[in-house]
């Protein structure tokens, strides 16, 4: 699959037209578009109200006082008082709603990130570190809400708000406004560089921090490991690199904020100078009045923060643009069997019905044509048990993620029940479907919800599962019974709870098929003959596949197959394998080597 690679490589985004990125961006905006008009009302209110100050000053310096009607300068204070609380409450007002925009859309993007990750093919989760995609909906998700809380509305504002200024320049005086608008292709020209130079910062930023995050996740999980072969100060380092190159490239960010911003006040310095110059002249001959002046100045100050808070929004489009490329990369990765996640589920099967499994020429390969799996061909029948040995790497788990849907053959198909799996809906197979992994994940919560997930069992109901597998032992010695909250991937149970847990949580549902994979690796031998004993009851009726290492585990499984190098080399009974004529045969020496020369009863799989 090419898809999922694509963001998997941190430094090889494509550059993407800001202008596609902005309408899927504003896309999120759209079922909140009464709060944005609001905002933006308040916002052109604010700029409305900030004209009052530099009109009052002139009619105050222009006209008032040259007439000596002090009296109404108090009136005029007033009305300047007044227009300052409106437009704090404008303000207050609009920082309010945007706030509710910015979260909002966070809250409607990070569920449909995560919807999207559940449908994603397992070989993405295979090939991509935890920590990059908690990046992703996390501090990508978390980079957006400046664009959406401060960046879009107020960025509207900000134009409006030039443009009243600018208008209002060129009524006042226009000589005086053009002086001013001199310096404003200077000021494009540095914020255009500055642009380009602060996306490039930005997506550097993301990709070290999505290294930064996976880097952590995977040590924290492993830190037995790392601390039980004394690797801390190794891996001290490796960190430190990681993490002073995310400095290293935040610093490149700030040295160009540290240009910018200098650079501007530079550039308005320069305006402020031109202004007063050409007042100056004009004032001296009497063709402009000092209140005119007065005014102007103010005006100017408010237009030219305007730009540079453009600027900054810009910024933050920047940002969010560095980050809305790896989340819509994301987004468009195909998910695992389009459309087959939006089918309703079939029901379960009624309980001891079981389905006929087959493979027919199944050849897979999980990267080229380096073939795991080699026309690989067998059929179980519905009630039967199947059992997968072999060395390692021979391709038994490979069968089972193939039957699960986990992957996809390249040639061949594989039916249940006569259908082919790849037209049926995911959720309709895997209802049908009991499967036991080797290390089995526990989810935080109590041990009742780690068994029923989801499954509309009532407390008895999951007492009486567990209780078939042995399970409520694993219960009874818990402090708190049923409602004992498990520590984290449940690391305060031994591995042979959680395996014992494991069954309980696979027949919850009553399976038709039942997939034990190295169901029984984990537990001692006393456990082992009490799960076999409440297995052999339960796969009466059922289809049952089973992977094991331990051959004693298998015996009395109605067919063998031996895999060896992704193909089918011997298949028979446990008697038909050890008969004379397969006595050379791989199944017999693997027993060889695991029991001894002799053979020894029949017992059930697992």
């Known amino acids: 699959m090419t898809a999922p690679q694509a963001f998997l490589t941190e430094d090889g985004v494509a550059r993407v037209l800001d202008a596609t990125l902005a309408r899927r961006l504003l896309g999120y905006v759209r079922p909140y578009r009464g709060l944005v008009a609001a905002a933006v009302t308040l916002l052109l209110l604010q700029a409305g109200l900030t004209?009052?100050?530099?009109?009052?000053?002139?009619?105050?310096?222009?006209?008032?006082?040259?007439?000596?009607?002090?009296?109404?300068?108090?009136?005029?204070?007033?009305?300047?008082a007044a227009a300052l609380v409106a437009q704090f409450a404008a303000s207050w007002g609009e920082t309010v709603l945007t706030s509710r925009l910015g979260q909002a859309v966070m809250h409607d993007l990070r569920r449909e990130l995560f919807t999207h990750l559940q449908r994603l093919p397992i070989a993405t989760f295979d090939r991509t570190p935890v920590g990059r995609l908690v990046t992703r909906v996390t501090s990508d998700v978390e980079s957006l809400n400046e664009l959406f809380t401060s960046g879009v509305v107020a960025g509207l504002g900000d134009l409006f708000t030039l443009a009243v200024i600018g208008v209002t320049m060129l009524v006042v005086d226009w000589r005086l406004a053009l002086a001013t608008f001199f310096v404003i292709p200077c000021i494009w020209g540095v914020?255009?560089?500055?642009?380009?130079?602060?996306?490039?910062?930005?997506?550097?930023?993301?990709?070290?921090?999505?290294?930064?995050?996976?880097?952590?996740?995977?040590?924290?999980?492993?830190?037995?490991?790392?601390?039980?072969?004394?690797?801390?100060?190794?891996?001290?380092?490796?960190?430190?690199?990681?993490?002073?190159?995310?400095?290293?490239?935040?610093?490149?960010?700030?040295?160009?904020?540290?240009?910018?911003?200098?650079?501007?006040?530079?550039?308005?310095?320069?305006?402020?100078?031109l202004l007063i110059a050409l007042a100056a002249t004009r004032v001296g001959v009497g063709a402009l009045g000092v209140g005119t002046v007065a005014a102007f100045l103010q005006l100017v100050r408010r237009f030219f923060q305007p730009l540079q808070d453009l600027s900054d929004k810009y910024n933050t489009l920047q940002q969010a643009m560095a980050a809305g490329e790896r989340l819509f990369q994301l987004l468009d990765t195909p998910t695992d069997a389009s459309g087959a996640f939006d089918a309703p589920a079939a029901a379960p099967p009624p309980p001891g019905r079981g389905v006929t499994v087959e493979f027919e020429d199944v050849w897979f390969a999980y990267r080229d044509e380096h073939w795991v799996l080699r026309g690989v061909s067998f059929r179980v029948d519905a009630g039967r048990t199947l059992a997968l040995v072999g060395h390692t790497g021979a391709g038994k788990s490979t069968v089972v993620s193939l039957l699960l849907r986990f992957h996809e053959p390249q040639r061949g198909r594989i039916l249940v029940d006569g259908v082919d799996i790849r037209t049926m809906p995911v959720h309709a197979l895997r209802a049908r479907i009991g499967y036991v992994q080797q290390d089995l994940f526990l989810f935080a919560g109590d041990l009742a919800a780690n068994i029923r997930l989801g499954a509309p069992l009532d407390d008895a109901a999951v007492a009486a599962v567990a209780a078939r597998v042995g399970a409520d032992k694993v219960v009874g010695r818990q402090p708190l019974g049923w409602r004992t909250p498990l520590a984290e991937r449940g690391a305060s149970l031994s591995v042979g709870e959680r395996q014992l847990l494991s069954?309980?949580?696979?027949?919850?549902?009553?399976?038709?098929?039942?997939?034990?994979?190295?169901?029984?690796?984990?537990?001692?031998s006393g456990v082992e003959a009490e799960i076999q004993h409440g297995l052999a009851a339960l796969m009466q009726g059922r289809t049952t596949i089973a992977i094991a290492h331990r051959l004693s585990t298998v015996t009395g499984a109605d067919e063998i197959l031996v895999l060896h190098h992704g193909q089918v080399v011997e298949r028979?009974?446990?008697a038909a394998l050890l008969s004379a004529s397969g006595r050379d045969g791989l199944y017999a020496r693997l027993w060889r080597l695991q029991v001894g020369p002799g053979d020894t009863p029949a017992r059930p799989a697992a």
């Not at 004209?51 to 009305?79: E, K, N």
């Open 503 to 524: 069954f309980a949580r696979a027949l919850a549902t009553d399976p038709a098929l039942l997939v034990l994979d190295e169901a029984t690796s984990a537990v001692d």
């Open 51 to 80: 004209l009052v100050g530099p009109l009052l000053t002139r009619h105050a310096i222009d006209v008032v006082l040259p007439a000596g009607d002090t009296g109404r300068l108090p009136w005029l204070a007033a009305a300047f």
């Open 572 to 574: 028979g009974s446990h």
């Open 191 to 273: 914020s255009h560089w500055f642009q380009r130079r602060v996306r490039e910062a930005y997506r550097e930023i993301r990709a070290r921090l999505a290294r930064l995050n996976a880097f952590l996740q995977e040590r924290v999980t492993g830190m037995r490991v790392v601390q039980l072969f004394g690797q801390e100060g190794r891996e001290a380092k490796a960190f430190d690199a990681l993490n002073r190159d995310h400095l290293d490239v935040h610093l490149k960010s700030v040295t160009v904020y540290a240009l910018y911003f200098p650079l501007i006040e530079v550039l308005t310095s320069v305006a402020l100078a």
